[in-house]
């Protein structure tokens, strides 16, 4: 059974508004992703870390922002959020050999 | 980016067999995936397949990978309502960056 949390599951906030999308896994994986899942289903990846104080940017550029301070703590924040980042956003983790990507429920974000 | 291509859509009806298809690039890819994503949640691995394999069967579930033509199939045996979902196929090149995901496959099963 994955161990891997996203909240909130839904939101839907104001344009102009800062918010965090909060990622945890307690498998004590080193790799995290977040991928932008858009209406027509593909996932796009926007962010990945290796580790602690590792933070990459993935194909799909985004104005959102990563942290790692923590290994089971990968937060995603948008400073100022506009409508077309309305979407689905995907938290996952790995292990070191990749073996396999464990997924959150996902946050089903709606920006009005 | 890696490109990894299925169709869109599928409908099958309720007992048939299904077949998801899935075409990569990266012939270095160590594992194949195969994720279904139900409405409004996550993405839940079903099955995977070590590069060096042709084939790997799980209960309804059987893969086969064609490495010579970068081909990767999923056959569902007795296809129920429950089976109905999105269906990813992913790869993870030796270069194990990330897992590059195709453009997901929406399995609709008729009763």
């Known amino acids: 059974e994955a161990d891997i949390y996203q909240t909130p599951r839904y939101l839907v906030i104001g344009t102009g508004k800062k918010i965090t999308l909060e990622c945890s896994q307690t498998?004590?994986?080193?790799?995290m992703y977040w991928y932008q899942q858009d209406p027509g289903m593909e996932l796009h990846l926007i962010h990945y870390?290796?580790?602690?104080?590792?933070?990459e940017k993935g194909d799909l550029s985004s104005e959102s922002t990563v942290s790692r301070i923590r290994t089971e703590h990968f937060p995603l924040t948008l400073e100022s959020a506009r409508p077309s980042h309305t979407s689905q956003y995907l938290c996952?983790?790995?292990?070191?050999?990749?073996?396999?990507?464990?997924f959150g429920q996902g946050t089903r974000l709606t920006v009005v | 980016g890696e490109d990894v291509e299925q169709s869109l859509f599928l409908s099958v009806r309720e007992g048939d067999s299904s077949v998801i298809n899935c075409t990569y690039t990266d012939s270095s890819s160590t594992y194949l995936y195969w994720y279904k994503q139900e409405p409004g949640a996550g993405l839940q691995l079903l099955t995977y397949?070590?590069?060096?394999?042709d084939m790997k069967q799980d209960q309804r579930l059987t893969v086969l990978l064609n490495k010579k033509d970068k081909h990767l199939s999923l056959r569902i045996a007795d296809t129920q309502t429950g089976d109905s979902a999105i269906y990813f196929c992913?790869?993870?090149?030796?270069?194990?960056?990330?897992?590059?995901f195709g453009t997901g496959t929406s399995l609709t099963v008729i009763p």
């Open positions: 996952a983790s790995s292990d070191y050999k990749n073996t396999e990507a464990f």
């Open positions: 397949i070590f590069s060096n394999m």
């Open positions: 992913a790869e993870n090149p030796n270069t194990g960056n990330q897992f590059y």
């Open positions: 498998m004590g994986h080193d790799k």
């Open positions: 870390s290796y580790g602690v104080n590792s933070t």
